[in-house]
């Protein structure tokens, strides 16, 4: 069956639930899972109207900020495996459109399953990036198993 299963995380409260069921998944198959966070490079924050520059911050300290805030995502979801006897790394990765990140991911680690959220961050964010999942699911040249909260509501 499956033997390495990535599951991406953006620091949400569902994809920490998801991330979870990840684990029981891997666990109860013996598979391995790489834990993944996707940032955004600093050329994504720079509009037309110079926006970074109002708040005087530089490509350096947005990149620093950026890992340590995906390090803080990875590091409790690391412990979970680690606690469940899950074999995992994780991995950050830059890239201007967080779905192709992700799949670039799989294909870099070798994963052949990926383990997703129906969706992540909400509000602005959420309608900003479009649905991060379904690009996923269009993009992927592994499967892609979807995760639905209970009562989740479309």
């Known amino acids: 069956m499956y033997k390495k299963i990535l599951l991406p995380i953006d620091g949400s409260d569902i994809s920490a639930q998801t991330a979870n069921s990840g684990i029981s998944f891997a666990r109860q198959i013996g598979a391995e899972i790489v834990v993944l966070n996707v940032t955004q490079p600093f050329s ?3 509009g037309f109207d110079g926006v970074a ?28 495996a680690e606690t469940a006897g899950v074999k995992a790394a994780s991995a950050i990765v830059s890239n201007y459109n967080v779905a192709d990140g992700v799949v670039e991911a799989a ?34 040249p592994v499967s892609v198993l979807v995760y639905r909260l209970e009562g989740e509501k479309d």
């Open 44 to 46: 994504t924050l720079v």
């Open 107 to 140: 294909k870099e680690h070798g994963c052949d399953l990926i383990y997703i959220a129906t969706h992540g961050r909400s509000g602005l964010s959420r309608l900003l990036l479009g649905s991060v999942t379904s690009k996923v699911i269009q993009l992927a």
């Open 53 to 80: 520059a109002s708040y005087a911050i530089s490509d350096v300290d947005y990149e620093e900020a950026a890992r340590r805030e995906a390090e803080e995502y990875l590091k409790p979801v690391m412990d979970r």
